[in-house]
């Protein structure tokens, strides 16, 4: 089959290995995927990575139990033991054995095929669509912020970086009706996010005052960071959504001395995401900028690292 590969360099492999389906897993056809920082970041050298790349897809079953034979779905992107003393706890997202879909030792999406395990799978509604369930990996990392944090409509909250993830995380912050604010570099996004009524300020405007109460950075660059800690009032909390492959030097000072709270924050609530694509909460159609594809993998890759694009999906052939 075909796969979009990554070991030391990407290339399109038009021969790749058929996944085999291992005991409880399913044979999921890909019928679209998502780019996303972390890709990217892959390529550049992040987790070490070697393999089929990609974690954000819908597809269809196309073997396995019956319940499932032909569904449209998404799937949890972490494949977990269910035995080890953070699964038995409930964070099986912390499974001590885990494999994570194209980031660690397990094959990704942006192949024709794919196998996963059954209990991974969510069934995707009728009233989303492919465009949106594409992204429901991504928004569940979104939620995840609330699910961590409970908002409060007084709050004042801002999120650093309008890339991909910061205009999910801004849209799910939106619905708390707290006080929020993007800050970001992009007018493309920023303008994505005036248009759905959230405040911006391009970063060289920013006058930073240390009033919010909780600021997300999602710009990925110690500059945002930097950028953070200054927005936040003294023991504030900063959450940390942005994973890096450069081992950037950062003050910590700051944290000591204002006392901010700091939590790292990843996968979420898939439901939660899928719940709120149904029912309009969260626009995600208008971040596609591209469609392309997987024969042309490595030049989509190119396009989701350049800044005049927002969100690329690979479409697979079959
Ligand atoms: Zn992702
Ligand atoms: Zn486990």
Redesign the pocket.
């Known amino acids: 089959m075909k796969a979009l590969c990554f070991n030391e360099t990407l290339k399109l492999d038009t021969n790749y290995p058929e996944p085999k389906p291992g005991p409880e897993e399913v044979l999921v056809g890909v019928r679209l995927a998502g780019i ?1 920082a ?1 890709d990217l970041e892959i390529v550049k050298g992040y987790m070490g990575f070697r393999g089929v790349l990609g ?2 897809f819908v597809g269809t079953v196309v073997q396995g139990p019956r319940k499932w034979q032909g569904k449209r779905v998404v799937a949890e992107i972490n494949c977990v033991c269910g035995r080890c003393e953070m699964c038995l706890r409930g964070l099986s997202n912390h499974c001590r054995r885990r494999t994570a879909l194209g980031i660690e030792g397990r094959d990704g999406v942006f192949a024709e095929r794919l196998a996963i395990p059954e209990r991974n799978l969510h069934a995707v509604p009728d009233a989303v669509s492919d465009e949106q369930a594409v992204f429901v ?2 928004l569940a990392a979104a939620f995840q912020v609330v699910k961590q944090n409970p908002i409060e409509k007084r709050m004042r909250v801002a999120v650093v970086g309008s890339g991909r993830l910061g205009l999910l995380v801004a849209q799910v912050l939106q619905a708390t009706g707290c006080e929020l604010e993007v800050v970001g570099r992009n007018e493309l996004t920023l303008n994505f996010c005036e248009r759905r009524g959230i405040r911006t300020t391009p970063v060289g405007e920013v006058n930073p005052r240390a009033d919010k109460d909780l600021v997300v950075e999602c710009s990925g660059s110690p500059d945002g960071l930097d950028l953070a800690f200054k927005l936040l009032r003294p023991r504030g909390k900063l959450v940390l959504k942005s994973t890096y492959a450069g081992g950037a030097a950062i003050n910590l000072a700051p944290v000591v001395i204002h006392e901010f709270d700091v939590q790292g924050s990843r996968c979420g609530p898939f439901p939660d995401a899928i719940n709120a694509l149904a029912c309009g909460q969260v626009d995600v159609e208008s971040m596609i900028s591209r469609t392309v594809p997987l024969d042309r993998g490595v030049e989509a890759m190119a396009m989701a690292a350049d800044p005049r694009y927002v969100k690329i999906l690979l479409k697979m052939s079959t």
């Open positions: 996303c972390t974690h954000e990996e991504p």
